[in-house]
């Protein structure tokens, strides 16, 4: 089966295995995981920042980083199809209390002039307009690497108004490469930025928060109240710390593969790829002009050994990652073709 849903679903490697076998263990709510407090470190020097914090997931920790930045009512402004706002369950208003304000975003950029106008003067009628949520690369938008320049420029923008920026980096280290910048510059201007080791990194789980130290105090006592303060965390640790430390450079071999299965599906009959130009390891396509909906692409190519991503009813991502080598890019795209050209002979489910 080839295997192109997401990046999360690449599995740990032989080192990463050693590594989680051998980790000297404490207990990590008590503070004394010493390979938990190894990999917080190595993450906040590698990004410029005071602190960091180890937490379970993604979603746990934009939230711990909404719930710290923010009380009930505050406003939080998001990108259209923002992860945040579309893909965690609701929880910055279910959990947080937040008012979230989609702003209009272009390829996953938000419009600098939409963000300006949706200010609001000090005025007791109004929530306070307290946090601008980025995310680099933008998932929903395609994997998009948003240029530093531009997130510069909303950072400041928020800065002016006395808003803070919280950057959601699952994927910070594909930013990174594709626009040939630092994780280190992406992250500068942002109160807290989080970074996932789950992805296409290859650790089982987690990711990190960082922030000031004083941020990174406060956020302890949300991620202790979402049930996430992990006690041996360190057998965790020990994986997303063989991930930081050998997994990122290879993460441009998923864009030279993404690109090249573009490539190939471009002239599919039916298909129109969402973004021409894929820029980081993610595609999206448009299947509307197949006649299927995108459940009956998804089960038609699975029976046919290829697993692909549904976010819409004709929307279907495709995702490279480190199991997938140029033999399986070749392979998907014989069975998309069989799937597009012939949707009769795969057999239907
Ligand atoms: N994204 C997953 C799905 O939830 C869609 C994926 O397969 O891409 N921020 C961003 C930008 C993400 O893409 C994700 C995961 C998260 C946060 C949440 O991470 P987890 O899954 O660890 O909670």
Request: neutral net charge; glycine residues 8%; contains cysteine.
């Amino acid at each position: 089966m080839i295997d192109l849903r997401s990046d999360t679903i690449t599995k740990p490697t032989p080192e990463m295995y050693e590594a989680m076998v051998s980790a000297p263990l404490g207990d990590d709510v008590f503070g004394d995981d010493p390979t938990v407090q190894r990999l917080e470190q190595a993450c906040a020097t590698r990004l410029g920042k005071e602190a960091a914090m180890f937490v379970p997931s993604g979603t746990m920790a934009n939230l711990v980083c909404i719930l710290t930045h923010c009380r009930p009512g505050d406003e939080v402004f998001v990108s259209e199809g923002a992860h945040i706002y579309e893909f965690e369950s609701g929880a910055l208003s279910a959990v947080g209390g937040v008012i979230p304000r989609v702003l209009p975003s272009k390829d996953g950029a938000i419009e600098p002039a939409g963000f300006e106008a949706a200010m609001r003067p000090a005025n007791m009628h109004f929530p306070r307009s307290r946090l601008l949520c980025l995310e680099n690369t933008h998932n929903n938008a395609g994997g998009v690497a948003i240029p530093l320049e531009h997130q510069k420029r909303l950072c400041v923008l928020a800065q002016d108004q006395g808003i803070l920026v919280h950057l959601d980096g699952a994927r910070i280290w594909n930013a990174a490469i594709a626009l040939g910048v630092s994780a280190r510059d992406l992250a500068a201007d942002a109160d807290s930025v989080s970074f996932c080791f789950s992805k296409g990194l290859s650790a089982p789980v987690g990711s990190v928060v960082l922030g000031t130290e004083d941020f990174i105090n406060q956020a302890r006592r949300k991620r202790k109240m979402l049930g996430g303060g992990m006690r041996q965390a360190g057998v965790l640790a020990a994986a997303a710390q063989v991930a930081l430390d050998t997994m990122i450079d290879r993460l441009a071999d998923d864009h030279r593969r993404a690109a090249m299965l573009a490539e190939r599906l471009v002239d599919l009959k039916g298909i129109l790829l969402i973004r021409n130009g894929v820029q980081t390891n993610m595609i999206f396509m448009d299947i509307s002009g197949t006649g299927m909906i995108s459940r009956e692409f998804a089960d038609r190519c699975k029976r046919l050994g290829l697993l692909v991503n549904t976010p819409g009813r004709y929307r279907i991502r495709l995702v490279t990652n480190r199991h997938i080598d140029d033999h399986a890019v070749e392979e998907a795209t014989q069975i998309l073709r069989k799937v597009v050209t012939s949707p009769a002979d795969s057999p239907a489910p």
